[in-house]
């Protein structure tokens, strides 16, 4: 029963954070944007505005949740020993490319590419990996090309935006493996 009480708590604390300062000032913008569009294009565009929120929310929220559930799965699957060989210290100019091909893979937003980073971080991962990992997810994040970019942008300007995009995480990766700098990054917050 302690358990279960300990479990409840600790959703709700995280219920809170959710609706925290951002949530807040999302919902003002949406509701200011919402009353713009009423006062200025009249019910009927309000009307076609909020069917095709919906029809979008429709589409991309379970292909959404589906990724933060492959992304929190995947962390737990793949062994200590495996990141350390691939990508760690000694693993040299391929931990750069695997970490690219991974960074692509990862589905999601920051909230779950941010925690992969610092798990990889703790895994022994080396600093070229890391920024490879992370620039590859920003800009030529697979999930993103196909729930965000090929729907709403075109096959036309999607390729010509990855293709432009495919040689900067690599670089990035290199630039940093080979710059004097140490790491230090800071352990996440636990819910208050």
């Known amino acids: 029963m302690a358990d279960q009480q300990g479990i409840k708590d600790k959703y709700l604390k995280i219920l809170k954070k959710s609706f925290g300062p951002s949530l807040i000032i999302f919902a003002l913008l949406a509701i200011g944007s919402g009353l713009t569009v009423y006062h200025l294009k009249g019910p009927s565009s309000y009307e076609r505005a909020i069917i095709d929120a919906l029809e979008l929310l429709t589409f991309i929220g379970p292909r959404v949740g589906a990724a933060v559930i492959i992304a929190a799965f995947l962390q737990i699957l793949i062994p200590q020993e495996v990141i350390s060989r691939l990508i760690g210290e000694k693993a040299g100019i391929k931990s750069v490319f695997i ?43 697979i999930q993103r090309i196909m729930v965000w970019e090929l729907p709403l942008l075109g096959p036309d300007i999607t390729f010509i935006r990855v293709s432009a995009s495919l040689l900067l995480p690599i670089i990035a990766g290199i630039l940093s493996l080979y710059m004097p700098i140490r790491l230090t990054l800071t352990k996440p917050q636990e819910f208050k």
Not at 106 to 134: C, D, M, Q, R
């Open 99 to 141: 970490a690219t091909v991974a960074g692509s893979l990862t589905p999601g937003g920051p909230l779950t590419s941010f925690p992969v980073v610092i798990a990889l971080y703790a895994s022994g991962a080396n600093k070229g990996a890391l920024v490879a990992y992370i620039t590859s997810w920003a800009m030529i994040g």
